[in-house]
């Protein structure tokens, strides 16, 4: 299964936060990223998208189906987001793969965990990417990163 971690992209300031929308820049960058995505994604992809706007607005850019998941609000945890995606196993199986768009610094920590066996404040930069795989090699679970790619890499 492939796990894909997708920051939103960058949203105006203001409160509540929960209702704070892309800027022009933003809806661009998700744009960018989004296009990079389709021609990528497995055909049987979970997508989960955080309730925030931002977040919509940023799953919307890929102009296909996707959930809402409160277990990728903006004070939602690790194991929250390990929770929804079903990782390791998922939902996609094992040619399948699971999107997550959500927030930092769940999304950093969740990737430090992967990589690294713990939690850590890690960052991904608004609007990037972070794809990871997970395999079996000689009877152990490894984790893989596939890419990493940001909207400043795709202009």
Do not use: C, Y
Not at 26 to 45: C, F, H, I, N, S
Not at 75 to 89: F, I, K, M, R, Y
């Amino acid at each position: 299964m492939d796990l894909i971690l997708w920051r939103h992209a960058q949203a105006a300031e203001g409160d509540p936060d929960a209702t704070r929308p892309l800027t022009p820049r933003g809806k661009k960058d998700a744009q960018l990223v989004a296009k990079w995505l389709r021609q990528r994604l497995p055909a049987r992809t979970r997508i989960l998208a955080s309730p925030a706007l931002r977040t919509q607005q940023t799953a919307q850019a890929l102009d296909l189906p996707f959930e809402t998941s409160p277990m990728l609000a903006t004070d939602a945890g690790v194991a929250d987001h390990l929770g929804a995606a079903g990782w390791p196993e998922g939902s996609g199986g094992r040619n399948g793969a699971t999107l997550l768009i959500g927030h930092q610094p769940s999304l950093g920590r969740l990737a430090a965990l992967l990589l690294s066996g713990e939690e850590g404040d890690w960052t991904i930069k608004k609007g990037a990417v972070w794809w990871f795989t997970n395999r079996v090699r000689d009877g152990e679970t490894q984790t893989v990163l596939k890419a990493v790619i940001g909207p400043d890499l795709l202009d």
